[in-house]
Structure formats: C-alpha cells, structure tokens
C-alpha cells in the first residue's frame, strides 16, 4: 500500500504569501485586485512543491520562503514580459509638454475608442472610403470577388502555390481587374 | 435615357499608339462626351494575321486593345464609332458615356457579412 504523505503545517506559509504578494503589487504596480491572484499563483506553486519537502533538511518555513521567492521571481518575469509585449500607457497618462493635461483629456467623445488606438475617427473620410470600395466592388467582376479576398491574405504566388487556382490565372484576372478598375476612374494608389 | 449630341466629337489622335492600360486610364479620367482616336487605318484588315499587315507583338496590342474597346462598350462604358476619311481610312473613336448609375453594392454585403 502506498505510503501516505505527511504534510506540515502550512500555517506560515499563508503570512509568507501574503507578504510576498503585496510586495509583488507594490513592486509591479499592479492593481490590488490581481494581489488575490498573485496569492493564489505562489500557494499553489508551494503545494506543487511540498512533496519534496524534507523536514530532516530544515524548517518548512524556511522551505516555503525559498519556493515563495522563486516563484514570486517567475511571476515578476512574466507580468513584466506580458507588460513589455504591450503599449504600456493609460487614459490617465500626462501628454508630454502639457502641464496637467491627460492623454483622456484629448481624446473628444466624439471620436470614439478608435482615437486610443490611434486609428482613423474621421466619419467623412471613412464615408468615402466606404463609397471607394463600393465603387471599386462595382466595377469589379463579381466573379472575382472570392479572389480578391484571398489575395488581402495571401500573395499571388502564395495562393498559386496552394494549387486551387492556377498561377497563371491569378496573374490574368489581376490584369483584369486593374484595367476594369482604371476604366472606373480608380488608380492604384502606388 | 442618354443625352444624344448632334453630331460626332472630333477624337484627339494620341502620339503614340494607345495601350489597353491607357486607353482605360483616359476612360476612367473622361468627362461625358471626351472622344478619342484609338486607331486610324481599317482595323479588320490590320488585325488579320493572315494578311500581315503588322508585326505579330503589334497585331497582337492592336487586337487586344480592340477587343478593350469592344468590352467597355458593352459595359456601358462608352461608344465606339467609325469615320470615314478616305479609301480604307477610317478613324476607330471611342466616346466617353455617362457612368451607369451604380448597381447594388456588391462588396457591402461582403463587408457587413465579415463585420458580423
């Protein structure tokens, strides 16, 4: 019959994590609401571990204090990873050069989220760019409309290579379109 | 209905033979109306590869940008016309017509169905 573990008490471990996910916060500047999170990543990473612990070795305190610090380390790397992979701005971030001023503040309602993201807001630009692609659609074969949506995601010699349609073809209908659209007043923007 | 004008506008000959690219560039550049000479000669007999009148790459522009011509007007695009000036001299002009008033958007529903 196996042999049941003995597991200590884990009693100091919960002070110990507390600690070191409030240290984490403060460090990172995370929110207060991710501390819960945090506490339960480093628990769960300690429990993870206890099979290994040897109580002829040292003190579980002392054993929870070194896993609670490397996994605080692993999760420190990581929340700084994910950071670094994002924008790392905010609404509430000052505008160089201007005293008291947000990035929030010059943003009208107006405009919508798309302004954050630094995308177009203007609706009678985006009007016309809607009439454009439906004066372009118009004067395009509708047959080749499939086309033209599988060459906004592939290359030409991309979509030859998958064998659906031949190389040649491809070439041919984009020679096509070109003169159809050119005939409607629409030149390539290159 | 389309305006009818009185009489054929005079088409400006081009200096350099016309290319299927340009002529759709002038079209797609033309107000109503704008006329243009996109071959002087008789174009069946110049075509004609039998007879070899052209060179074979410039039998083959010529046919092709004939056949262009042929396919913008039956799009609606535009008009083609033949005058006369001589014994087997005839000028091929292609009018510019108003744009057809546009049809159901085809790419808007595209659109709309991706966006949903």
Known sequence: MAQRPCFPDLTPAYRLVDAAAGAMCRSLGLPPDERDDLRQDL?????????SYDAARGEFGA???????????????KAKRDRAARHPSGLDDPLPGQEGVTVGAGISEGEGYSAWCGQPTDAVAALERRLDLERAGAAID?????????LSRQTPHELGKGGTIPRA????????????LLAAGVTSAA | ???????????????????????????????????????RGTLARSICPQLGLLDPAER?????????AWMLCEQGLAHLVQRRRGEEDFEYLIIARRRPRRAASAILPMLLAEAA
């Open chain 1, 43 to 51: 628990l769960v990473d300690l429990l993870t571990r206890l099979p």
């Open chain 1, 63 to 77: 054993f929870a204090r070194v896993c609670i610090r490397h996994a605080a380390t692993r999760l420190a790397r």
């Open chain 1, 142 to 150: 509708a047959g080749d409309l499939p086309l033209c949506g599988a």
């Open chain 1, 169 to 180: 073809r491809i070439y041919r209908r984009i020679t096509e379109m070109r003169l159809r």
């Open chain 2, 1 to 39: 209905m389309m305006d009818m004008q009185p009489t054929i506008p005079t088409g400006t000959a081009p200096a350099v033979p016309l290319t299927e690219a340009a002529l759709c560039r002038w079209l797609g550049a033309a107000a109503p109306g704008d006329a243009i000479t996109y071959f």
């Open chain 2, 60 to 68: 083959v522009a010529l046919a092709r940008l004939a056949g262009r």
